[in-house]
């Protein structure tokens, strides 16, 4: 079975600015790349989980977002960091999907394609609803990155390259 760690996007990934869809809008945070090229020296697959409704709101399209995305993916790959999957929601709250964060359904996606071993697997996000649906996927090692909002995650951080001690001294060998 793999190990993997799951990441949010916006405000893990990426600077949450509020519906980024344009590269001209996309800013990567501190310590990005240093902390994916760790994660993955390590053994973990990289796996972005993202809610999108700015798809389901109709302020972008959802050609939009897999432009993004895959500019994204690209930008990793020059740096020899490569993205494994990228599970996103494209639909808005109150629609009530069951893929949308704080549900587990991209989580459990992943798992069965990836056969990943929840044990020994990470989420790293900003938000609660991240972590909510990480444990909904049995997913307990879990980093909140910032201050903002309470959260009952395992670790929290103030930064995306603070969790590299985290994992590094957690993970098995």
Same mark, same amino acid.
């Given at each position: ?36 090229r ?14 999108? !409704? ?5 302020y972008?399209?959802?050609? =939009?977002?897999? /432009?993004?995305? +895959? @500019? &994204? ?13 990228v ?16 549900? !587990? ?9 990836? =056969?990943?071993? /929840?044990?020994? +697997? @990470? &989420?790293?996000?900003?938000?609660p ?31 995306l390259?603070?969790?590299i ?9």
């Amino acid at each position: 079975m793999n190990k993997a760690v799951f990441l949010d996007r916006d405000g893990v990934i990426n600077k949450d600015k509020g519906y980024v869809y344009r590269i001209e809008d996309f800013e990567f945070c501190e310590g990005v790349f240093e902390t994916l090229r760790t994660f993955q020296d390590l053994g973990y697959l990289l796996i972005i989980v993202t809610n999108q !409704s700015g798809i389901g709101r109709g302020y972008y399209r959802e050609e =939009d977002f897999h /432009v993004l995305t +895959s @500019w &994204m993916c690209q930008a990793f790959l020059h740096v020899n960091v490569t993205i494994d999957a990228v599970y996103h929601c494209p639909h808005a709250p109150e629609l009530g999907c069951s893929c949308r964060k704080p549900r !587990s359904q991209m989580f459990e996606e992943a798992i069965q394609a990836f =056969d990943i071993d /929840v044990k020994r +697997s @990470w &989420m790293i996000g900003d938000k609660p609803s991240d972590m909510i649906a990480a444990r909904g996927a049995r997913i307990e090692q879990t980093i909140f990155i910032g201050e903002d909002q309470p959260s009952d995650a395992k670790y929290r951080v103030n930064f995306l390259l603070d969790t590299i001690n985290i994992i590094k001294t957690t993970s098995d060998k």
